[in-house]
């Protein structure tokens, strides 16, 4: 199956710096990465996604960077805020095989002031 | 307001006694799923459920069970037969359960801790 391996594990920037994660995967037909954010005690929610007829896509300070042929996709936060500290998952979808998403272990951000 | 819900958001129970975690959307999704997620291991698959009445195993089935007798509904068992059962769990559901490429949503979770 699928592996979805992710780091660092944990990282601390300061405030208006820029942030990088980094995951990869081992299945080539994977062709959907999402990216989530979970504050404690809460339940993961979508920042950014690609599909892997895409190589790089950017909503405001978030941007998500896909390379097929290295099978690795980053998430780019610039201008980090305090409220950007969380836990950062990436995920990976296999086509052709329904919907099981395969997680990253996650990436505890911490911004600081 | 849509989304999805999960009750309790915090359960004690003793040990060898079942319990059951609630999932409910309004979003109209016909998959859902259940997740475990343990400190440093990210989130793990239990099962899942692409159709009504239906269901599948996900990689740590072993001590659960679930049913989907409503669309909107997907409640977890926690069995006696779940050697680690302290955990947080996480339902979600997706707008269908075939597409690789939808966008699974996540509910609040529940915080299970077996004494």
């Known amino acids: 199956g699928e592996n979805v391996e992710q780091h660092p594990s944990t990282l601390s920037v300061q405030e208006g710096d820029s942030a990088v994660i980094k995951c990869t995967y081992s299945?080539?037909?994977?062709?959907?990465f999402p990216w989530y954010k979970q504050e404690l005690g809460k339940g993961p929610q979508l920042i950014i996604d690609?599909?892997?007829?895409?190589g790089e896509k950017k909503d405001q300070r978030i941007a998500v960077t896909l390379n097929k042929t290295a099978k690795h996709f980053s998430l780019h936060i610039t201008e980090t805020q305090p409220e950007d500290s969380a836990v950062y998952f990436c995920?990976?979808?296999?086509?052709?095989?329904?919907?099981?998403?395969?997680f990253g272990t996650g990436t505890s951000l911490t911004v600081i002031p | 307001d849509g989304g999805i819900t999960q009750s309790p958001k915090y359960l004690f129970r003793k040990e060898g006694q079942n319990v059951t975690l609630s999932c409910e959307q309004n979003?109209?999704?016909?998959?859902m799923y259940w997740y475990r997620q343990d400190p440093g291991q990210g989130l793990r698959l239990i099962y899942y459920?692409?159709?009504?009445?239906?269901?599948q195993k996900g990689d740590i089935a072993e001590g659960y069970s679930v049913s989907r007798e409503k669309k909107e509904s997907f409640p977890l068992t926690v069995t006696s037969a779940q050697k680690n059962p302290t955990a947080f769990y996480l339902c979600?559901?997706?707008?269908?359960?075939?597409?690789?490429?939808?966008?699974?949503?996540f509910g609040p979770g529940t915080r299970l801790t077996v004494l």
């Open positions: 979003l109209n999704h016909d998959a």
């Open positions: 459920s692409q159709i009504v009445n239906d269901f």
């Open positions: 995920a990976a979808s296999v086509s052709n095989t329904g919907n099981q998403f395969y």
């Open positions: 690609i599909r892997s007829n895409v």
């Open positions: 979600a559901s997706s707008i269908s359960g075939y597409t690789s490429t939808d966008t699974q949503y």
């Open positions: 299945d080539s037909a994977s062709n959907y």
